[in-house]
Nanobody, 115 residues
Framework: QVQLVESGGGLVQPGGSPRLSCTASGTDSGIHVMGWYRQAPGQAREQVAAISTGGDTFYTDSVEGRFTISRPNAENTIYLEMNSLKPDDTAVYYC?????????WGQGTQVTVSS
């Protein structure tokens, strides 16, 4: 059973730069694509960033240039460096793993951007 565990987040001031991390357990192989989604109150869950075992990355337009996703050694731990945070970035951030058509999800970590 694959499990994803997130850490990081919390209350951050506008312009802040927190880092989220996510580690997958329960598998000996690299999960093909890992990434982050977020869901703000009253809104649909949206994909924020993703990275493959090959290092290909994706960013949604609203975070391009501000967020950086990384995956050292293509292992099952990923990081999301978040810079220049805005109140609109407030959401629950979920780690996602996608492998062979199946999605795994973490429990989510709250990021609140407020002064």
């Amino acid at each position: 059973q694959v499990q994803l565990v997130e850490s990081g987040g919390g209350l951050v001031q506008p312009g802040g730069s927190p880092r989220l991390s996510c580690t997958a357990s329960g598998t000996d192989s690299g999960i093909h694509v890992m990434g982050w989604y977020r869901q703000a109150p009253g809104q649909a869950r949206e994909q924020v960033a993703a990275i493959s075992t090959g290092g290909d990355t994706f960013y949604t337009d609203s975070v391009e240039g501000r967020f950086t996703i990384s995956r050292p050694n293509a292992e099952n731990t990923i990081y999301l460096e978040m810079n220049s945070l805005k109140p609109d970035d407030t959401a629950v951030y979920y780690c996602n793993g996608h492998e062979l058509g199946y999605d795994y999800w973490g429990q989510g970590t709250q990021v609140t951007v407020s002064s």
